[in-house]
């Protein structure tokens, strides 16, 4: 009689032998780890088959990867780079069309440009700051607003009208929104987040007590003729035969410091954000909210 011998379970070498089709030896027969150990061993191959079978994927996405980080980047907000040791003057000039382009040709003082006021003349070389240095605007703010055009008659009703206490908030809120954007190092939405919005959106709506209506002053300005190419007007490029003269009505107007300030003060300490500021923008905040009028 033929004598059966029982295969016993492999020992813990044996998983080894999975590898080998002529050893013999069944890979189902055992414990757990010794097929896992098995299947693992099947599966591996040399390193260049797993590149050719591979090769379709990657060339995709060797394909796609600048589209991606192209996207990525057009998705970022640019940074506002600041000069350390920019002027704070520099930050804040008001975009005047300079008399070189655009010469002053009469004024309410008569022909030419020969009976200007000093602030006039400091606002169209874009630094209306310095009218402020002036001994009889000690402790005081300085404003200009301007309207312009060729109706004349509509411009001079706009500064007969004109509400030193009601207009003033726009005049404000674009030295507000200069401050934030100079101590900035990103878009002002994204360094000081809702909060920046809603200060902004609270200067434009306020109104600003004790706001003083200093002078009034017109000027009637001439495109300096130039050959071919366009002119500038408020900063834009039109045809030279598209504009050739304008009226512009200027108003000065000033404010006490301190009344200002603690003005706008109540105005950021009532913003209430829907979204709360990140870490960072928190910081940014009660930095800004420290250092705000250096410089206003």
Request: neutral net charge; charged residues 25%; hydrophobic residues 40%.
């Amino acid at each position: 009689m033929k004598t059966q011998t029982r295969t016993s379970a492999p020992s813990r070498h044996a998983a080894g032998d999975c590898a080998n089709p002529n050893n013999g030896v069944d890979c189902r027969v055992g414990m757990k780890p010794y097929l896992k150990a098995c299947s693992n061993r099947r599966l591996r191959r040399p390193f260049y088959k797993h590149i050719a079978k591979a090769a379709p994927f990657l060339g995709a996405v060797a394909v796609l990867l600048p589209a991606i980080l192209l996207a990525s980047c057009i998705g970022q907000p640019p940074q506002r780079i600041i000069v350390p040791h920019e002027p704070v003057e520099a930050r804040f000039r008001d975009w005047v069309d300079p008399l070189e382009t655009w010469r002053i040709v009469e004024s309410q003082n008569g022909p030419g440009d020969g009976n200007i006021p000093g602030w006039v003349r400091y606002f169209y070389a874009g630094e209306s700051r310095r009218i402020e240095s002036a001994a009889r605007f000690a402790g005081r703010y300085v404003f200009v607003g301007r309207n312009q055009g060729s109706n004349f008659r509509a411009l001079s009703q706009w500064a007969e009208n004109f509400c030193p206490e009601q207009d003033l908030a726009r005049l404000v809120v674009s030295r507000v929104e200069q401050r934030f954007v100079a101590a900035a190092a990103l878009y002002p939405d994204d360094q000081y987040g809702e909060y920046f919005i809603r200060v902004i959106r609270g200067i434009s709506d306020g109104e600003f007590t004790g706001a003083v209506k200093e002078e009034m002053f017109w000027v009637k300005r001439e495109m300096v003729p130039v050959e071919g190419g366009y002119v500038f007007f408020d900063g834009e490029e039109f045809p030279p035969e598209t504009v050739s003269e304008r009226f512009e009505f200027l108003i000065l107007v000033s404010i006490d410091m301190e009344t200002l300030q603690s003005q706008i003060r109540a105005v950021m300490d009532g913003v209430r954000t829907s979204v709360p500021p990140t870490r960072d923008q928190a910081a940014a905040i009660a930095n800004i909210r420290q250092t705000f009028f250096e410089g206003f």
